[in-house]
């Protein structure tokens, strides 16, 4: 089962992260909390390696995969293996605010539906880096990703935090190389592998939120 996720330092590695979104479905398509948030866990690690300005968005990240590692972990962890299955346990028995914050802030559907959200920022994110050229800024591709995917969700302060921080994002040479992959073609290589992945597990997440009325939890 997932563990802690407080004391992680370890390096980066793009392929690890890949490879837990690979792990991500099931053959029937349902989505595996734990490879889920291993992968959060990954490119948190790679967060961290970009100084301390992304502290409170990684902050912010670290604590959502806790609540999510702490469900996985506890007396009803059977019920959180997959995303599918934890959203019928806790609609069915009524563990999720639905229109207002009440006696469940912290229910397993709100907390990965920030994560979801932040899915489809990487997704953008990834896609402008992957047809990126050796001039573009990454400041600028984080930012355009972010105020598509995310910004609406966020309120006026975390906004401005967040383009803040943008700002100090590593030029695109050397952010290629904290990916820790190798030269810009395998890099380029690698993110065309990963996004189709990343993006089926954020479609099949999407949807099975939509037909669930989950997509506006507060
Ligand atoms: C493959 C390598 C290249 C890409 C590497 C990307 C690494 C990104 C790693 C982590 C991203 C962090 C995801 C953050 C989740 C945010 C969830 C969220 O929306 N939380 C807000 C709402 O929560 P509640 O208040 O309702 O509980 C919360 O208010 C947010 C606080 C922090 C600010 C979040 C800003 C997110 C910006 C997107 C990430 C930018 C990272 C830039 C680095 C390239």
Redesign the pocket.
Same mark, same amino acid.
């Given at each position: 089962m997932a563990g802690s996720v407080a004391s992680e330092d370890q390096k980066f590695c793009?392929q690890e &992260?890949l490879d837990t979104f690979k792990m991500c479905l099931s053959d029937n398509k349902e989505v595996y909390t734990q490879h889920y948030v291993a992968g959060?866990r990954g490119? &948190?690690k !790679? %967060?961290n390696s970009?100084g301390s300005v992304?502290g !409170?968005?990684?902050k912010?990240?670290v604590n959502?995969i806790q609540i999510l590692v702490n469900y996985l972990n506890g007396e009803n962890g059977s019920q959180y293996v997959t995303v599918q299955s934890m959203v019928k346990y806790e609609l069915e028995n009524e563990l999720v605010d639905i229109t207002k914050r009440g006696s469940h802030p912290e229910s397993g559907c709100r907390t990965l539906l +920030?994560?979801h +959200?932040?899915l489809r920022? %990487?997704e953008l994110? %990834?896609e402008r %880096?992957r047809t990126s050229t050796e001039d573009s800024k990454?400041s600028v591709m984080?930012a355009e990703a972010?105020n598509e995917a995310?910004a609406q $969700? $966020?309120?006026w302060m975390?906004r401005k935090?967040?383009n803040m921080? !943008?700002y100090m994002?590593p030029g695109r040479p050397a952010f290629f190389e904290v990916?820790n992959v190798g030269p810009p073609e395998q890099v380029v290589a690698m993110l065309g592998e990963?996004l189709p992945l990343i993006s089926e597990v954020y479609q099949i997440t999407e949807t099975l939120y939509a037909q669930h009325n989950l997509l506006d939890l507060p």
């Open positions: 793009l &992260v959060w490119l &948190v !790679f %967060l970009l992304f !409170f968005i990684s912010d990240a959502k +920030r994560l +959200r932040a920022w %990487l994110f %990834l %880096l990454t984080c972010y995310l $969700h $966020h309120p975390i935090a967040a921080a !943008f994002l990916m990963a």
